[in-house]
């Protein structure tokens, strides 16, 4: 069975920092990107952060770039974002997710197929 | 930055046809795909690559991608299906999401 598990979630102060973790178990993780996605109280989801799976490749949302950062460790089963300079507006529920970024037909393809339950950030 | 634009809400009666639709500046030249979303759950990927379905997922959900417009179509919509569904797209090293649309089942 597919597991992804966040930890690290909490509450800190604007301006503080917090890192977020994901364990993931049922499957193999290093053949697969994973990706932060948050979703703030009563709003829609927002993609965070992109990593490849071999942790080569990353990307950010414009508004966590240069205060987020996303790793992960292939030997462990686990991916982390670190965040820093935490703003109110980062306050959200937390989900790491599985993707597949494939090239179909020359066009690019990304999608998420196993998430995990979040874990919230209160900034506050 | 790439947008993609969902209507807020979208009724039903049970076993009625939903359709939710999901805009964006040459969406076809893009491949979407849809997540469902019930209160207080992860989201659930419920169509990829335009219109293929993940397994598990019920024949009655199926998309489409033409012009600058994606559609989830829910054939014989049943209780169950009540929920936000968000379309996202992947742009320029970038995941897109749509804001959601709530389906309510009357």
């Known amino acids: 069975e597919v597991q992804l598990v966040e930890s690290g979630g909490g509450l800190v102060q604007p301006g503080g920092s917090l890192r977020l973790s994901c364990a993931v178990s049922?499957?193999?993780?290093?053949?697969?990107?994973m990706n932060w996605v948050r979703q703030a109280p009563g709003k829609g989801l927002e993609w965070v952060s992109y990593?490849?799976?071999?942790?080569?490749?990353?990307y950010y949302a414009d508004s966590v770039k240069g205060r987020f950062t996303i790793s992960r460790d292939n030997d462990k089963n686990s991916l982390d974002l670190q965040m820093k300079s935490l703003r109110d507006e980062d306050m959200a529920v937390y989900f790491c997710?599985?993707?597949?970024?494939?090239?179909?037909?020359?066009?690019?393809?990304?999608?998420?197929?196993?998430w995990g339950q979040g874990t919230t950030v209160t900034v506050s | 930055s790439y947008e993609l634009t969902q209507p807020p809400s979208v009724s039903v009666s049970p076993g009625q046809t939903a359709s939710i639709t999901c805009s964006g500046d040459?969406?076809?030249?893009?491949?979407a795909c849809w997540y469902q979303q019930k209160p207080g759950q992860s989201p659930v990927l419920v169509i990829y690559?335009?219109?293929k379905r993940p397994s598990g997922i019920p024949a009655r959900f199926s998309g489409s991608n033409s012009g600058n417009i994606a559609t989830l179509t829910i054939s014989g919509t049943q209780a169950v299906d009540e929920a936000a569904y968000y379309c996202?797209?992947?742009?320029?090293?970038?995941?897109?999401f749509g804001p959601g649309t709530e389906v309510t089942v009357l």
């Open positions: 997710a599985r993707s597949t970024l494939v090239a179909v037909a020359s066009t690019e393809s990304l999608y998420m197929d196993a």
């Open positions: 049922g499957f193999t993780f290093s053949s697969h990107s």
């Open positions: 990593i490849s799976s071999r942790g080569t490749t990353k």
């Open positions: 040459r969406l076809d030249e893009k491949y």
């Open positions: 690559q335009d219109s």
């Open positions: 996202q797209a992947w742009d320029s090293r970038t995941v897109v």
